[in-house]
DNA sequence: TATTGTTATACTCTATAACTATA
DNA sequence: TATAGTTATAGAGTATAACAATA
């Protein structure tokens, strides 16, 4: 009888290296915004809110891939720290609409100048050409699945 | 005076869709293997032990860039599941020697064939040679910023 | 009855540090 | 004393589900 073929290496796999590099790079951001107090997972909120203005927190649970539970979680913690707020739907009597502080609203561009210099860091190893050919690949990639959610973690 | 700039769209970093396939590619395959029983972490804990044959948990906890507390409570979790063993190493009264057991040996090629099944799935919408430049994109990043930890998350 | 949001519970991973036993 | 491993604690994320108020 043949003896049971090897397992094949884990460096084989194109997701080991994608989650290698992922991770420092999250893990490198995640350390760097620590300073400012905040999560990885309080910047893609802040940024959501940034963009929409307002919005309830079950649209913003769909955009970032959350449970509504998470959401309520997170938005307390940003509230304790002044940077959003809730407000009464005043069309539904159950909903709310979360917006950001001014201090919250005065935040993002300092996060979005850290995840630019984090990007730049980890990437500048790359040609400008080879940059845009990961980019590429990464959106064909996503694109082909269907992938939406903005990643937190 | 001039008004301060919107900060960078996140659609703008590598970072994000790095993370976003990342996190797509590891989310599938933690649900696939759910159904073995075991986590990614614990995957790749029993990976590193089939390629070692048998190997102390200091050693084990560098090689995964994790906290000999978090590859204690590993440890624990897969020896009730009966998958690696605890030996005391009878060189160093302190010490163990952890090792698979027959039934965790023969997991591996199991989990190893769903890794393989997982990525080929996740990356069969780009060529062959995209394939090979997306791995050696990643994998020159890697080496760049000296990054030797198996991503366990 | 269905939906919005909150809360409770539980599990995984992470980090720090106190602790035991041995060297 | 230093090291190997365990344990405790705490925080962040994830998931499920029970719950209150409103529609």
Redesign the pocket.
Known sequence: MSPTPPPSDLHDHLGYWLRMVSNAVS?DFAREIEGQGV????WVFLRALHDADCL???LLAERM?????????????LSEKKLVQ?AP?PE?????MLSLTPAGRALVPELARIADGNDAAFFDTLAPAERDHLGALLRKIARAHELTRAP??
Do not use: F, Y
């Open positions: 893990q999560t990885v997972a309080e309830a927190p079950s891939g959350m449970t509504k539970g998470a959401i309520s979680k997170l938005a307390d913690r809730r739907n539904d009597g159950r909903g709310q937190v973690d």
